[in-house]
């Protein structure tokens, strides 16, 4: 039996406030085993039916990480292309990724077909299987923010090139790719909002009774 004090939730929501998006990292290593214990705090999250259908690849390779932050150049640049006038001078301004930092890479991947779990909860909602890989990743996310490591969620990819890259299973859909390592700084506002991107609203703007 274990339970929680109020010393502890007052932590614990400290901890959501001060989690965030990295994208400036030190040069730093992480001490050996990082990634992997990451990953088995991830594989203690909820997943639909318990399939697990969590898949990660640490991609440690130079070649490899060389050509992802080169699809990524590509796809931010495409983006970049899709705004105009001052929207497109805040966004070229932006720093997107910690690719080139990031002592970690770990890319992760959702396995549609395995039959761990039985398909059950799935029937209806087959997405509920990418849900679980996004629940594994803000679990990561905590934890190690918890250690004082920094984790940047990068999107900026042609999905299908970071298949060909890292040679993963027809089977698995891309999710997201990671970068982890030590942060520069440690701030309890949005990166986003301070470069005045956009900003984060209250929960009544998104609630509503029924
Ligand atoms: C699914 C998904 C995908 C991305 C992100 C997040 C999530 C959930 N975020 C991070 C995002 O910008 C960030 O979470 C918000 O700006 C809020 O900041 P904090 O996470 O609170 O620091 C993100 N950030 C970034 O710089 N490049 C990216 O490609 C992405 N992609």
Request: aromatic fraction near 10%.
């Amino acid at each position: 039996m274990v339970s929680f004090d109020d010393a502890f939730r007052r932590q614990l929501h400290e901890l959501f406030v001060w989690r965030r998006d990295v994208r400036r990292f030190r040069s730093e290593p992480l001490p050996d085993g990082t990634i992997e214990r990451l990953i088995e705090i991830a594989c203690l999250s909820p997943s639909v039916g318990l399939s697990q259908p969590w898949r990660f690849v640490i991609v440690d390779d130079a070649a490899r990480r060389r050509a992802v932050i080169e699809d990524f150049k590509s796809c931010n640049a495409d983006a970049l292309r899709s705004y105009s006038g001052e929207r497109a001078a805040k966004y070229a301004a932006l720093k997107l990724s910690g690719l080139e930092e990031a002592p970690g890479h770990l890319a992760v991947f959702a396995e549609k077909t395995d039959q761990i779990g039985s398909g059950l909860g799935r029937a209806t909602m087959p997405e509920t299987t990418e849900y679980s890989v996004v629940a594994a990743i803000c679990s990561m996310w905590l934890a190690a923010r918890a250690e004082g490591i920094g984790l940047g969620w990068v999107s900026i990819f042609n999905p299908g090139r970071v298949h060909e890259i890292l040679e993963t299973p027809d089977t698995w859909k891309f999710i997201g790719y990671l970068c982890i390592g030590y942060p520069e700084v440690e701030c309890d506002r949005p990166e986003l909002e301070q470069a005045k991107w956009e900003s984060r609203r209250g929960p009544d703007e998104f609630t509503i009774r029924r």
